[in-house]
């Protein structure tokens, strides 16, 4: 995986660099793209030698159900003609860092055992943000397996109050 974030890194650079007047429009065309992108069937056909950057970009516009931006297109135009489609998911996810630290905030990830309602969701997430100390755009997810409680997670910080978690503790504690 090092691999594609060293390719990344310099595509996701630039286009931070020439769209800091526009980062939220930017981060928005960037995330469906990529979202499309992860599409095992569009990567053998962005591979695919007889297809032309064009068709793979007119594949990507109707599916995102709108025509994209010039910045959009320039940009995927520059990633097929380079041979780097695979890398779109990991150059949007390195966008959205270098994007967030513009502006303070960081990415987090809440992983419930159950669903959070939207007030139980700003409640957490301003005892969150005093916890780690930052703005924090929170994105949600159910995972069962957790029992009961919260699994946070915020770059390479996880906060596991979860009662799968605090089980495994118990079993270290009485196993050694």
């Known amino acids: 995986m090092a691999e594609i974030a060293t390719i990344a890194r310099p595509y996701a650079e ?9 980062l939220n429009g930017t ?6 793209v990529a979202a499309i992108a992860a599409d095992p069937q569009l990567k053998e056909l ?16 109707g599916a995102a159900g709108m025509p994209l931006p010039p910045t959009a297109t320039n940009f995927l135009a520059t990633v097929l003609d ?3 489609f695979a890398a779109v998911s990991e150059i949007a996810r390195q966008f959205r860092v270098l994007a967030n630290a513009q502006g303070g905030v960081s990415d987090a ?4 055992a159950f669903p959070i309602g939207d007030a139980e969701l700003a ?5 969150l943000e005093k916890r780690f100390g930052r703005k924090l ?3 949600v997810e159910q995972d069962s397996s957790l029992i009961g409680g919260v699994r946070v997670v915020v770059g390479d910080e996880v906060l596991d109050t979860s009662v799968k978690a605090r089980l495994e503790q118990m079993k270290v504690a009485l196993t050694a």
């Open 27 to 32: 981060a928005a065309w960037l995330d469906r």
């Open 46 to 61: 962005a591979d695919n030698p007889k297809v032309t950057a064009e068709q793979v970009m007119g594949v990507i516009s």
């Open 109 to 112: 990830l809440v992983q419930s």
């Open 82 to 84: 380079n041979g780097r």
């Open 137 to 139: 755009k929170l994105s």
């Open 14 to 22: 630039a286009l931070f660099d020439a769209s800091r007047s526009d």
């Open 123 to 127: 409640q957490l997430g301003v005892t």
